[in-house]
């Protein structure tokens, strides 16, 4: 099919995420919406595009949400310190997937280059695909980059930052693309825009401790994301070492990583304490025996251990609600996701801290998008096939 300059813009603008609905697309082309209505029909009809999310926060007409369609075999991994997942998709449909492979301390890019490896060769062997049918990959990892910066930068995995994108293109033998969004919590917010929530702040805690949060602007039906690193408040300045280089921060003190440290270093000194037992275990495994402790109120050290971290976590609570105040708080990652005892303790904690907190509705909530759609997200978001290679 012959394509015209006009739908060649609109192919573009929507490939890149910078309009993907009709009222966006007539915006940024300064075009009338009958014109950018004809255009996006014709584009759907051929097989160039196809429908994304649908938002309905707004009275009146649902705003639909348009895709570019790209053909190729697509790895997506989100790896995020102690355990990563991937997926292959071939043309959007799954092909293969690792639901969690856990991975040893990794301190240095070769470590992590294995690791990937191993999580790409597994998820292929799935898929009973080879590398060399790989036409690129998405990488989620626990590091940003700034828009206009080339350098990495991670609290988690601070190395990170002496890295180039070519070096884990090289190991994995195909065009390596990194995601920049603030996680899972754009997604998140797409899959409830049905329920017309048009904010939400992720409070993760794992390998890392941060608040991302996103909110949909209702006018323009776009997402705004924003990365929030409430993980790096100073709340003690004495605290050990955090990985961004400051002293004392809350995720230096509640993350996988640094309860793990904690213990350890308490067993050492001659604490008893059952946790003992799953000290040189994953620090999921930590967290979850951590929470059974708690219920059981047996373990004294685990029970003051666990109200602390609660007091904490309440207080990032009331801090976001105070803040920003966002329609619903996720609660995720291995420290906090499917904990339910633990959620309501957090919210009983959190109502004396949050502003009229005795009679708000504090919702908190696990994440509903499921592993699986976020890597399809992901590899959705690989801008490495060209579109004209699209219909062959
Ligand atoms: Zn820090």
């Known amino acids: 099919m012959k394509i015209s300059i006009n739908e060649r813009a609109v192919l573009q603008l929507i490939g890149t995420g910078q309009a993907t609905s009709q009222i966006q697309l007539a915006r940024a082309l300064q075009v009338r919406p009958p014109t950018v209505h004809g255009i996006v029909k014709r584009l759907e009809k051929s097989g160039l595009l196809t429908r994304d999310r649908t938002d309905r926060g707004k009275p009146g007409r649902p705003i639909q949400h348009f895709q570019v369609k790209r053909q190729g075999v697509v790895l997506a991994i989100e790896w995020l310190g102690s355990h990563g997942s991937a997926g292959v998709f ?23 280059l294995r690791y990937l490896r191993k999580i790409r060769d597994a998820a292929l062997a799935q898929a009973r695909l080879a590398p060399s049918d790989l036409a690129g990959a998405v990488l ?98 004495k605290g050990p070492i955090c990985g961004c280089g400051h002293r004392g ?38 967290f979850s025996q951590l929470e059974a402790l708690h219920l059981a109120g047996t373990d004294s050290y685990a029970s003051t251990m666990a ?39 957090i919210i009983q904690k959190a109502r004396a801290w949050t502003l009229y907190g005795e009679t708000a509705d504090i919702r908190l909530e696990f994440p509903r998008l499921k592993q699986q759609d976020y890597l399809r997200e992901l590899a959705r978001s690989f801008k490495g096939l060209p579109i004209h290679a699209v219909n062959g």
Not at 147 to 168: H, K, Y
Not at 259 to 278: C, F, H, M, P
Not at 324 to 331: D, K, T
């Open 140 to 237: 989620s990892l626990n590091a940003l980059r700034a828009a206009r910066e080339r350098v990495f930068s991670s609290s988690v995995i601070p190395w990170i930052r002496q890295v180039s994108e070519q070096q884990f293109s090289d190991a994995l033998g195909c065009e390596c693309q990194f995601d920049l969004r603030a996680g899972w919590v754009v997604h998140e917010l797409r899959a409830r825009a049905a329920e017309k929530e048009s904010c939400l702040v992720d409070l993760s805690v794992g390998d890392g401790v941060s608040a991302h949060w996103s909110s949909v602007d209702l006018q323009w039906g776009s997402e705004r994301q924003y990365r929030g690193e409430l993980g790096h408040v100073v709340i003690d300045p």
């Open 307 to 345: 109200e602390e971290f609660l007091d904490r976590m309440a207080w990032c609570v009331s801090w976001i609600l105070n803040v920003i105040g966002p329609e619903v708080i996720m609660l995720s990652g291995y420290g906090l996701e499917g904990r339910e005892s633990w959620r309501q303790r």
């Open 249 to 286: 921060c809350l995720e230096a003190w509640a993350s996988g990583p640094a309860l793990r440290k904690r213990v350890d270093a308490d067993v050492k000194s001659g604490i008893q304490t059952a946790l003992a037992q799953v000290a040189d275990q994953s620090p999921r495994e930590l």
């Open 90 to 112: 071939r043309d959007d449909q799954l092909q293969g997937s690792i639901q969690r492979m856990d991975s040893p301390p990794v301190n240095n890019l070769d470590a992590a």
